[in-house]
């Protein structure tokens, strides 16, 4: 005989949800690392074809946020207590982030085309350098979130410094380059709009791990200030 309670079916439904929701954030930023290691591989074989095709895949990861969006407004509706709030907003952030990574990946990919139009140049090797990073900062996140591991999660935080530090370097280079050469001012300045990207795909990274703080703990305000080495807006 079913002995369950109508509150027992209600509880079940809504934990189903929730890691529906959870499920469908970890495919989208699959998705969402899928499109910048693409990405960078097509700067490095100039292939415009391959780029297009990355550009026209950004929509899918739209898309998915937007099915995450309406997950999220069903859960909402449903009352939920104190700690499912926290995971509901959570989720809503960290969607939209994977959703920038996204648009980052796809701008890295409109850069290369336009990059393909001059001759290749050596500092492509700093942007799939500085790529590298970023996507590992990712992939970290992604498992942090999968587990809800805090701790992990905060040393993919801390590293966030590093590529920073990459960034400026990349950056200082690449302004080096452009005094000494003006035909490289051109190429030079899409990798910069690129690195630039990358940059900010570590920022979002971040952004996660500090909602997987969130989730678990709440309140943000123990969480340690986050170390910037960007210091481009000083480069000479």
């Known amino acids: 005989m079913n002995t369950a309670q109508p509150h ?26 899928a499109q910048l290691e ?17 550009i026209a895949n950004d929509e899918a990861i739209d898309s998915l946020e937007q099915e995450i969006s309406h ?7 449903r009352g939920p207590m104190a700690s499912d709030l926290r995971v509901i907003l959570a ?3 960290i969607a939209a982030d994977i959703e920038r990574v996204g648009d980052y990946a796809a701008n890295v990919a409109k850069r290369s085309m336009a990059l393909n139009m001059a001759p290749p140049i050596p500092h492509t090797n700093g942007l799939r350098a500085l790529g590298g990073l970023a996507v590992q900062q990712l992939r970290d996140v992604l498992a942090a979130y999968r587990d809800l591991d805090v701790d992990a999660a905060q040393r ?25 050469d003006a035909r490289a001012i051109t190429p030079c300045t899409h990798l910069l709009f690129m ?3 990358l940059e900010r795909i570590g920022d979002h990274a971040t952004n996660i791990a500090e909602n997987i703080w969130f989730r678990v703990h709440g309140e943000n305000r123990a969480l340690p200030p986050r170390e ?9």
């Open 91 to 93: 989720a809503l952030r």
């Open 228 to 236: 910037k080495r960007d210091d481009t807006n000083t480069a000479t």
């Open 8 to 33: 027992d079916h209600i509880v079940k439904s809504y934990d189903e949800e929730q890691q529906r929701l959870h499920n469908e954030i970890l495919r989208m930023g699959e998705m969402s690392v």
């Open 195 to 197: 690195a630039k990207n």
């Open 71 to 77: 997950d999220v407004m069903r859960l909402a509706l």
């Open 38 to 54: 693409a990405a960078l591989d097509v700067v490095e074989r100039r292939d415009d074809k391959a780029a297009e095709r990355i």
């Open 156 to 180: 993919v935080r801390a590293r966030d410094a590093e590529l920073d530090t990459q960034y400026t370097s990349l950056f200082r280079e690449l302004l080096t380059y452009m005094m000494e």
